[in-house]
């Protein structure tokens, strides 16, 4: 059996018969890169777990972490497996894992979208773990069959459409809150952040080639307990703290969610709203990145991409995660690296020993959480700057048309807050009297309901509008009539004749731009290339 290749590895079977090494030295580069990725993912995944939902440890801990081990595990075997298979059957040495784990955008879609409402509502962080998990659920099944529809619905929704509801959602809940937490502890927050802009928009790399997320974090890490012998408190780590977390080490395995994941469906008519759009976003993600692998020259069949990222992430759903599992983004650079197969199995292999032992716990103790918060505004800036960068400049206006449903459900999740710690509510105060200071309280709730679908429908309806194809258009508010109708948008949950007046409104907008095409059928119009109006 012959060593591998530096740069691919090839081995020998008997007959001459091709095997593909399992290991080479690049995956090395390629493991501690994509491992400390996925390492800080979870390090802010415990984060918004124990200190936004205020989830117990005992089930952060003791149920979905070790969930999500045997889901991160899964996928990085399977994804590893059928790297292997690709480079038997074509005899090549440099092919390259597609790099897999929890979903980015989703960890946070499903924490402040569907968890943190719930929790507010019920006052019950295991009520919306249930309502997470449900959530998945629901997702697994979209995946699984969405490899046949994803392709229709990508072609006929204009991807400003798309990923401007997206960029509404990172805008708003992902990056507001980490903005407003690194500025009030600045000398974490704010240099952990220049920290990171400088590698990952700088292109600055430092020493050793550590992480920019690794780095930051470590820095905050020094300055958090550094103060701590002066009697400051940065960062909110304490000893006690970290010396419990050294007594909870142990050794936990995921258990039969069963239970708890049919109590979410509790939730449904919440959970719907955001269950499908995402579904479809989940597709057309994975579908974009096994074309960019392909592009690397790594040619995987998308069915079985998205059908194994839809069951792994319904194997860890029935046992307790309430986090779904994506193919990412970056393959190409992983390949570029020197990673080939082994880095992917290994790195699933170490993040199922350090969830199941419950490392987790204790490197979350010692990392101050405003050292991770740089993160995740970065994450919520590259998501809402993509919207405009991948979409043509004439279709701005209809990125920040799908904005505004994301802006009245961050606003309306403010003023509750707010007014749920004064003791008191919206309705107790009275809406007029909100009226009268400048919130329009009423406005916000029915703009801010189901904002992933209404950022959606009234983005392509703008899109079309711009494009000047009032037929699609219309097409897509007489979607918007319909989903407004049964709740999908506009309404608090799921029903019929939810808003009527409004999905009148929808139904007269459709038949106003139907009219139009009908109007102009014939003619050659050519697209607005400028968002003011002609003089």
């Known amino acids: 059996m012959a060593a591998g290749s530096a740069s691919g590895g090839t081995t020998s079977g008997i007959g001459g018969v091709f095997r593909p090494s399992l290991w080479v030295p690049g995956d090395w580069n390629a493991f501690f890169g994509f491992g400390t990725n996925i390492l800080v993912n979870l390090l802010v995944l415990t984060g918004l777990l124990r200190f936004v939902l205020g989830m117990p440890d005992a089930i952060t801990f003791g149920r979905i972490l070790p969930a999500i081990g045997l889901m991160l595990c899964l996928s990085t075997a399977y994804y590893g497996w059928l790297a292997y298979r690709l480079a038997k059957a074509t005899g090549r040495s440099d092919v390259c894992a597609l790099p897999s784990g929890i979903s980015v955008p989703h ?31 629901i997702q697994s099944f979209i995946l699984m069959i969405g490899g046949f529809v994803a392709p229709v619905i990508r072609r006929i929704t204009p991807r400003a459409a798309l990923l401007g509801t997206l960029a509404g959602v990172s805008v708003t809940f992902i990056a507001m809150r980490p903005a407003l937490e690194m500025i009030t502890t600045p000398v974490i927050g704010v240099v952990a952040f220049a920290i990171i802009l400088l590698a990952w928009f700088g292109g600055l790399r430092y020493p050793g080639r550590i992480p920019a997320g690794l780095v930051a974090i470590l820095f905050g890490m020094v300055v958090a307990w550094g103060t701590k012998p002066f009697g400051l408190d940065m960062g909110g780590v304490s000893g006690p703290g970290f010396l419990a977390a050294i007594q909870g080490i142990g050794f936990s395995i995921p258990l039969p969610a069963f239970g708890h994941v049919f109590g979410g469906f509790e939730f449904l008519g919440v959970i719907l709203v955001t269950a499908i759009p995402f579904g479809i976003y ?38 307790g995660n309430p986090f779904i599992n994506a193919v990412y983004i970056g393959h190409p650079g992983w390949k570029a690296m020197g990673g080939r197969i082994g880095y992917s199995v290994a790195t699933g292999l170490v993040i199922l020993a350090l969830c199941w032992l419950n490392l987790v716990s204790l490197l979350s103790s010692l990392v101050p959480v405003v050292a991770i918060a740089p993160i995740l505004l970065y994450i919520g800036m590259l998501i809402g ?21 994301h802006l009245a459900a961050w606003a309306k999740t403010l003023v509750d807050g707010a007014l749920g710690a004064a003791g008191t509510s919206a309705a107790a105060v009275g809406l007029d009297k909100l009226g009268q200071v400048g919130v329009l309280y009423g406005g916000l709730e029915v703009l801010g309901e189901g904002a992933i679908l209404g950022g959606l429908i009234l983005g392509a309806i703008a899109v079309f509008i711009i494009e000047r194809d009032f037929a699609k258009a ?54 607005v290339s400028s968002a003011l109006p002609a003089e």
């Open 385 to 405: 700057a993509q919207a405009f960068q991948e979409t043509p400049h004439s279709h701005a206006p209809a990125i920040v048309l799908a904005f505004a449903p």
């Open 282 to 319: 989940d597709l057309v993600e994975a579908m974009d990145n096994v074309e960019s692998a392909e592009v690397a020259g790594d040619a995987y069949p998308t069915t079985r991409v998205l059908t194994a990222d839809g069951a792994v992430s319904l194997i860890g759903c029935m046992m």
């Open 474 to 527: 219309a097409a897509f508010s007489g979607a918007g009539a319909v989903m407004t109708f049964f709740g999908f948008m506009h309404g608090p949950a799921v029903g019929i004749a939810v808003k009527p007046g409004l999905a009148l409104a929808y139904l007269m907008v459709a038949g106003l731009l139907y009219a139009a095409s009908r109007a102009t059928a014939g003619e050659r119009l050519m697209p």
């Open 107 to 137: 960890m946070f879609i499903v924490v402040f979208v569907i968890m943190l409402p719930i929790k507010l509502a019920t006052g019950d962080p295991v009520k919306g773990w249930e309502a997470g998990l449900a959530w998945v659920f």
